[in-house]
């Protein structure tokens, strides 16, 4: 069946480093990918996404492409803040129009950023 | 904030109780899903209702069971609570039932079974 694996965590970097966070599915067809993100206490946010193959998602600097090839979707970001510690949930959608939607998701990674 | 509503925020029970936990979509939107993630799953699809019909079926246990109602608001009822049913229980909503719609999650109900 479907699913998404993700690097463990956690992840511990410095102010101003740079971030990847792996990310690869399983799934039949072209599923669409998310990355979601949870800061403390809260609930999801969606963060960026990508509907076919080698499209990029972007948000608040974090980029992520959607790799075919090696099924990939990793997350990345140029130069972390300590605002962005957080767990990022990388996230398959299966699914059809007019009939249902559902997400399944990665373990979570969690990220911790340090001054 | 995701326009989102759950509650309660926490929720404390023994075993073989029963609660609902209630979730009110954005609005405009049709499609309520629910979710639970717990430390040994993580996050798992339980359900999703469109327009007061339910449309899919994940790990949903047989104890627990939900529905959307004319107003668009759903509750999930969780029944015969075991210690492993502590979790946080996640909503998530979105305009349309099919597979390009985005869904928008509530900030969750952490229930915790004694």
């Known amino acids: 069946g479907d699913s998404v694996t993700q690097m463990e965590g956690p992840v511990t970097l410095s102010e101003e480093a740079f971030l990847t966070i792996n990310c690869t599915y399983t799934?039949?067809?072209?599923?669409?990918l998310f990355w979601y993100v949870q800061y403390p206490g809260e609930g999801l946010q969606l963060l960026l996404k990508a509907t076919k193959a080698d499209d990029k998602g972007s948000n608040k600097g974090f980029e992520a492409t959607y790799r075919k090839e090696t099924t990939s979707f990793h997350l990345e970001k140029g130069s972390v803040q300590v605002s962005d510690s957080a767990v990022y949930f990388c996230?398959?959608?299966?699914?059809?129009?007019?009939?249902?939607?559902?997400?399944?998701f990665g373990a979570g990674t969690r990220l911790a950023v340090h001054p | 904030d995701s326009g989102v509503t759950q509650t309660p925020k926490h929720l404390i029970t023994a075993t073989g109780q029963r609660v609902t936990l209630r979730c009110s979509p954005r609005?405009?939107?049709?499609?309520v899903y629910w979710y639970q993630q717990s430390l040994d799953q993580g996050l798992q699809f339980l359900i999703q209702?469109?327009?007061?019909?339910?449309?899919a079926k994940g790990n949903i246990l047989e104890r627990f069971s939900a529905q959307q109602f004319p107003d668009l608001h759903s509750e999930l009822n969780l029944s015969s609570l075991e210690l492993g049913d502590s979790a946080l229980y996640f909503c998530?909503?979105?305009?349309?039932?099919?597979?390009?719609?985005?869904?928008?999650f509530g900030p969750g109900t952490r229930l915790t079974v004694l």
């Open positions: 998530a909503s979105s305009v349309g039932s099919g597979g390009t719609d985005t869904q928008y």
């Open positions: 799934a039949t067809g072209y599923p669409s």
């Open positions: 609005s405009g939107d049709l499609s």
């Open positions: 996230a398959l959608r299966r699914g059809f129009s007019g009939g249902y939607n559902k997400l399944i």
């Open positions: 209702y469109y327009n007061g019909e339910e449309r």
